[in-house]
């Protein structure tokens, strides 16, 4: 078996995603924030590599959609939710969550390449083990 480690998504290359199984682990924030989401039932979550990105796909603002994210570390202006997993409750059940940061996203997006990606942090490592 090999293991790489890759410490940011600009580092990641072809030869880290052909034929292989990607873990990524955003430890603190974005795929945190994706299990809490997973746990109070948001029906979905679509991943961006910018903010632009997100707001675009999201569309105005309705019951069903759930923009949030952040950049350099600050919620960005119009998006529902910044980047904590403690802002996720269950009125936020059924909702389709768009959402883009930093590095944990645009981390994932880097990855699309590969055999699989999973989205991992502290709270899901057993799960994605």
Sequence with gaps: MRVDVVFLPSLITEEHLVGRNVAVFDVLRATTS???ALAVG???IRIYADIAAAARAAGPPSPH???CGE???LPP???DLGNSPGTLTAEHRGRVMHMSTTNGTR???A???AKAVYPAALVNARSVA
Excluded: D, K, Q
């Design 65 to 67: 959609r759930l923009l």
């Design 111 to 113: 990855c699309r390449n």
């Design 107 to 109: 981390a994932i997006v």
């Design 42 to 44: 948001v029906s979905e």
């Design 77 to 79: 202006p119009g998006f």
């Design 71 to 73: 950049e350099n570390c």
């Design 34 to 36: 994706m299990a809490a």
